[in-house]
């Protein structure tokens, strides 16, 4: 089976960390320390499983961009004391293969690249065959997707003589996905020295067809979450974070 992974990583992966810096790890060290093995699908470059490995939790890394795991490994080539926790496989999350299961599985910012049922289904469906029984899933769903959105300032960041900008816009397009463009300039002593653009895909879902498709692969939802400091799901919020458990 090819693999099929957004391709709007390749060029930026070097800057992701930069603007990508949400406070979330707290969150994920907590649902992992009870576990001490964990899947992280979609796990970038190693944003989360680095800190969650120099708490000594072994973190099974599934990552289908070759741009983001050279990131990776290019940040854990400075930690070498970490590779025994970590380990980085080529793969996305409707096919990748440990031949194991594990307590836990952790999706941060990468359900959203499911684009259709069928994706999700077969996505959700090999991430149950990885789990325990009562094992959990946890992840997170932007359900505030749904508008156009022009190109707008999304993050600065000054480095010495060095200035990072990157710009957000997005445009709805059929089949309930919406194209996400990012612009991200960078400057050096005032003078723009690198223009990188990418253009990005995922796809729209509502919390009850989640719900639907969650249960359907054989998970019961725990508990819903609007926030990474544990703010309970409220109607309208924009963010859903789910804990969800194999049954
Ligand atoms: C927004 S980044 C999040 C990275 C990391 N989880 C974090 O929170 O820093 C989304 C990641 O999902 C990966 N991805 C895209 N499609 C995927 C798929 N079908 N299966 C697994 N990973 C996927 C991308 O290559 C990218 O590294």
Redesign the pocket.
């Known amino acids: 089976m090819t693999s ?3 391709k709007g ?1 390749e060029k930026a992966a070097h800057l992701y960390d930069i603007f ?1 810096n949400k406070d979330n790890i707290n969150f994920f060290l907590h649902f992992a320390s009870e576990a001490a093995e964990i899947i992280d ?5 190693g ?2 499983a680095i800190p969650l490995a120099q708490k000594g939790i072994t973190v099974f890394c ?4 070759p741009a ?1 795991r050279r990131e990776f490994v290019r940040k854990l080539s400075a930690r070498p004391h970490l590779s025994k926790n970590i380990r980085i496989m080529e793969g ?3 096919s990748f293969d440990f031949g194991r299961t594990f307590p836990a599985a952790f999706l ?3 359900f959203d ?2 684009l259709d049922d069928d994706e999700r289904i077969a ?1 959700l469906t090999n991430i149950a065959r990885h789990l325990q029984p009562q094992g959990r899933l946890i992840f997170d769903v932007f359900l505030g997707l749904m508008k156009n959105s022009s190109l707008s300032p999304a993050g600065e960041y000054k480095e010495g003589n060095k200035e990072y900008r990157r710009f957000v816009g997005g445009k709805l397009i059929p089949g309930n996905r919406k194209e996400t463009i990012l612009i991200f300039e960078t400057f050096e002593s005032g003078t723009l020295i690198e223009r990188i653009e990418e253009r990005s895909l995922v796809g729209i879902i509502d919390r009850e067809n989640l719900h639907k498709l969650l249960k359907k692969t054989g998970f019961e939802v725990q508990q819903e979450l609007s926030n990474y400091d544990r703010t309970a799901f409220k109607r309208d919020d924009k963010l859903l974070i789910i804990e969800a458990m194999k049954k």
């Open positions: 099929h992974y957004d990583y990508d699908i979609g796990a970038g470059t944003r989360i599934v990552e289908p961009s983001m996305d999350a409707m941060s910012a990468t690249h499911f996505s």
